[in-house]
């Protein structure tokens, strides 16, 4: 019952924090004082990024893992990291529209050969690649297992993508929020704006991957049915 | 392990000394994008040395997936994968010899492409000689990396396609070590850092590949 109570909840709360985090960005917070309206797009880029490059990625990686693990080998895990680099695909897409939109006005250019951005484009492309290699193998446990591996391989750019503001002299600003010794960079209504917006961005993120799953599951045993009906259909022809 | 590895590549080389695709078909391939390179920058750039190195990397990307797929293909020969099986080869030992093997023929590749660079694009003889440890590592690293991609593209639909797609991402990181430690080597700068980064993508490479080509080739 708590159960079912939580997985109705989640598409309503989803909206009403999405919502909110869009009210209070476009008009409760005040512009900044040399960047504008510009800066709206803290509310949005660096949640849309946690959530494309840490939250769909570490599910992936974690169920890709538990996946290889004999013990915790299933159809399950593959599906989970399947659906989440599918998701994690949207939200990169999102992370690099949205920070090249503020690039433009601030730094001049659309793109630059900056190190947190070029990082970030590598994953992008790493899960297409992960996506592409999924439609190439037919036999479901030789995909599940490649595709698993692959996930993992991709995933070792992500510490790479979080450090990279440090390791070079990058373009991209660096921490944000927090400082190197975890003082707060941001107060008042526009840390709570962007609290509220991380919050939106990973309900949002695990509702789209939980809606993708059941299309999975769903698909998973159509392809079943459907090798059982042509089974059926040959017998009757007197195909032994 | 070893003795699987050096069987392994011994087997490779031997195939590929006989069948002279390399030699024949790679080499000149190779040759022929740095001269491509090279009219695209057009005669006045083409003399700066400076894109050289990108342009070294870039050709030796191509190649790499050339030798990368010709590898997997001689895998993929009716009965190999059987024999190996029946064989009991150890999957760690395997990974290291076609690794192994690659890299030979990269380096090779690699050697007359430098002196393509030095030829047609006017690198230093000097520098070019004194990056020689930076690119036998990367290419190394790019062999294991390669190899293991490889492995990942082949048995499904299109693999010679979905082997760029899936190792290129990979590659980019050596491709960026590998040509800031040549432009280091030829004008200057922090070659050991660079060089270190592809040292270490090799050590990381050639770990995953012995911990995981096991659970890749097995059917």
Known sequence: MTKQLSQRLLGPVTLVLLALTFWFGLWVTPPDQIQGNWARLVYVHPAVAWVGLYVSFGTATVASVLYLWRRTRSPVMDRIAHCAVEVSVVFIALTLITGSIWGRPTWGVWWAWDARLTSTAILGVFALGYLALRRANDDPELRARRSAVFAILAAINVPIIHFSVQWWKTLHQGATVFTANRTLLIHGIQAWTLLISFFAFTLLFFWLLRARYRLEVLRDARYELSLDEALTQRRREGVR | ?????????????????????????????????????????????????????????????????????????????????????????????????????????????????????????????????????????????????????????????????????????????????????????????????????????LVAYLALGILLYGVLEES
């Not at chain 2, 090279?38 to 790499?64: D, E, I, T």
């Not at chain 2, 393509?116 to 590592?137: D, I, N, W």
Request: hydrophobic fraction near 60%; charge should be positive.
């Open chain 2, 1 to 201: 392990m070893i003795r699987v590895a050096l069987l392994v590549a011994a087997k490779d080389l031997r195939i590929e000394r006989r069948s002279r695709v390399l030699l024949w078909q790679v080499l000149p391939f190779g040759v022929m994008a740095l001269v491509l390179c090279g009219l695209a920058l057009g005669p006045v750039q083409a003399g700066h040395s400076n894109a050289a190195p990108g342009l070294f990397y870039l050709v030796m990307l191509l190649v790499a997936l050339l030798m990368i797929n010709r590898s997997r293909v001689i895998e993929g020969s009716p009965g190999t994968r059987a024999s190996v099986a029946t064989l009991g080869l150890d999957p760690a030992g395997v990974f290291l010899g076609k690794a192994l093997a690659l890299t030979v023929e990269l380096w090779l590749t690699g050697v007359v492409l430098l002196g393509g660079a030095v030829l047609f694009l006017h690198t230093q003889l000097s520098g070019t000689v004194s990056a020689l440890p930076s690119v036998a590592v990367t290419l190394a690293a790019l062999a294991a990396a390669g190899t293991l991609y490889g492995v990942m593209s082949g048995g499904g639909q299109g693999p010679a396609t979905l082997l760029p797609v899936l190792s290129l991402p990979a590659f980019a990181p050596l491709l960026i070590a590998g040509e800031r430690s040549f432009s280091a080597a030829l004008h200057g700068g922090a070659l050991w850092q660079w060089w270190l980064i592809s040292l270490v993508a």
